[in-house]
């Protein structure tokens, strides 16, 4: 069975940072692009970030640029975001998801940054 | 990119079928046959009804379908259930010299 588990979620001032992290089972992790994809309470889905499989092609969102760093560690299975300057409307609940061509095939439960004075 | 376009909320009794539109431009929805379709239900984290445009993975119900025309891709859903009360979002391709993925703003079906 596929399992994304996420974790790293919290609450942060503005300015500040947090690593959230992306636990992978079930499948062969590192044959897969992975991709965060954020939803801020009460609103739609954004894509964040992608990463290959072997970390050669690396995206973001015009939003996050600059500020996010998305890595990998195949031999641990996992999945990180490194996320700098937090803003307010960084506030969300943050998804890993596995990629499959254009599509997000599994996704973890979500785990939840709120950046708030 | 611009997020694509959904209707806000669309609704319909038990056992009757539902469209939900999902328009974008040339740059996403029109030039790549990359459209998916995810399901959220309240609280839970989203997951995939239909892939590349008309395809569905195993294990969802053929009930649920999908089509592109143009710039527009669509969802159909039928013999609805309540079940199916849920927030439906569907997200396009729209990478030209880089990865882009773009989500619609969401669609939310209330089952009468």
């Known amino acids: 069975e596929v399992q994304l588990v996420e974790s790293g979620g919290g609450l942060v001032k503005p300015g500040g940072s947090l690593r959230l992290s992306c636990a992978a089972s079930?499948?062969?992790?590192?044959?897969?692009?992975m991709n965060w994809v954020r939803q801020a309470p009460g609103k739609g889905l954004e894509w964040v970030s992608s990463i290959s499989s072997t970390s050669s092609y690396i995206y973001y969102a015009d939003s996050v640029k600059g500020r996010f760093t998305i890595s990998r560690d195949n031999a641990k299975n996992s999945l990180y975001l490194q996320m700098n300057s937090l803003r307010a409307e960084d506030t969300a609940v943050y998804y890993c998801?596995?990629?499959?061509?254009?599509?997000?095939?599994?996704w973890g439960q979500g785990t939840l940054v709120t950046v708030s004075s | 990119q611009s997020a694509l376009t959904q209707p806000a909320s669309v609704s319909g009794s038990p056992g009757q079928s539902i469209t939900i539109s999902c328009t974008g431009t040339s740059s996403d929805v029109g030039s790549y046959d990359l459209v998916s379709w995810y399901q959220q239900h309240p609280g839970k984290a989203p997951t995939v009804l239909i892939y590349?445009?008309?395809k569905r993975p195993s294990g969802v119900s053929n009930r649920f379908s999908g089509s592109k025309s143009g710039n527009t891709a669509s969802l159909t859903i039928s013999g609805l259930q309540a079940e199916d009360e849920a927030d439906y979002y569907c997200c396009s391709y729209a990478g030209s010299t880089t990865f882009d993925v773009v989500f619609g703003g969401g669609t939310k079906l209330t089952v009468l």
């Open positions: 079930g499948f062969t992790f590192s044959s897969y692009s």
């Open positions: 998801a596995s990629l499959v061509g254009a599509t997000l095939d599994y």
């Open positions: 590349e445009g008309s």
